[in-house]
């Protein structure tokens, strides 16, 4: 879930100088992905006042000298320099070039610059690298991508780094994690300056969910930071993926360590960004989403297997790190995805728990009976609401997360 500063207008400090709120100014670097550095142009710099969506004046300011390359070996030639972002009201870093190298000092000091006269500085997925080289982190709550997030918490340990958030709003400096969470910021910008119906319709041009649940929890995997490998803290992480199917806790882990817990707590949230508890939590979530994909064990074996107590402890943490229970998870799963004999009856039986006015259509019909994979489709019902699936005391609603990756309007 998103986090909302609730004084971030208080933060936000009064404009200085030349700066204009409605005039955005977006930095870009030579090397930078073109995706992440396309966000901002297309929501702050096309007129959609048809729309009901507030106009924005777009600058787009090279970082360094040009002409700057970006994926795929494309140039490009941006129209203005550092000097243009003493006019800017709010200045976006939509992402860097590369974790491990400085950005360049003259584009730092132009990002502080812009701050102390109270511009809104936002960096989007790796661009919180820039803006904690810039200090404007520095004792703030922050996210960027979550592979990232280990590093920038052991390289800037005075950035509260929390690789679960989709965006964090701290007033004056916001920040988002990859890809698509930096249009999730964007909207947020356009909601907080011009209410939500302004930032509804902006997300009905971009066909994107105006506002999205949940984090970044779903979209993490086991592996191991990069960084991680020559520290001591290695083997004890390793020992605890090894393990999961064990019931142990994280004063377990700080033993191994032998560290004390709040020793232990603060050095493992240096290497990963993540408190060890929320880790250890995530990796037995991701552990039975793998099972329950994999194997026909029930979701108590599952639970029992992944080192939850019980199979309530499961569904609580699946749930709140999925959006779906553990049952309907796996139905919806395999209804997709068919393997193996036996499987069709899955698709069958949600075919056939679909609730219809009438008999079943020729298209629904014919996935029924369907020897080969085929999705499981469900009509439309008045009010163009999506008709609801069941399977048993579990219940999957089309378009709710139940696949990784998957997410919904609220």
Known sequence: ???????????ARKLTGRRRREVVAVLLFSGGPIFESSIPLSVFGIDRQDAGVPRYRLLVCGGEEGPLRTTGGLELSAPYGLEAISRAGTVVVPAWRSITSPPPAEALDALRRAHEEGARIVGLCTGAFVLAAAGLLDGRPATTHWMYAPTLAKRYPSVHVDPRELFVDDGDVLTSAGTAAGIDLCLHIVRTDHGTEAAGALARRLVVPPRRSGGQERYLDRSLPEEIGSDPLAEVVAWALEHLHEQFDVETLAARAYMSRRTFDRRFRSLTGSAPLQWLITQRVLQAQRLLETSDYSVDEVAGRCGF??????????????????????????????????????????????????????????????????????????????????????????????????????
């Open 1 to 11: 879930m998103s986090q909302d500063s609730a004084t971030a207008t208080e933060a």
């Open 309 to 410: 107590r019980s199979p309530v402890a499961l569904r609580g943490h699946f749930r709140r790190q999925l959006g779906s229970s553990p049952a309907a998870y796996r139905a919806a799963y395999r209804a997709r995805r068919p393997q193996g004999p036996g499987l069709e009856s899955v698709a069958a039986v949600l075919e056939t728990s679909v609730p219809t006015q009438g008999a079943p259509s020729g298209r629904r019909a014919a996935a029924a009976s369907s020897p080969g994979p085929s999705p499981v489709t469900a009509s439309a019902v008045p009010g163009g609401h999506a008709e609801r699936v069941t399977t048993g005391s579990e219940a999957y609603v089309p378009g709710r997360p139940t696949l990784p990756g998957q997410r919904s309007a609220p």
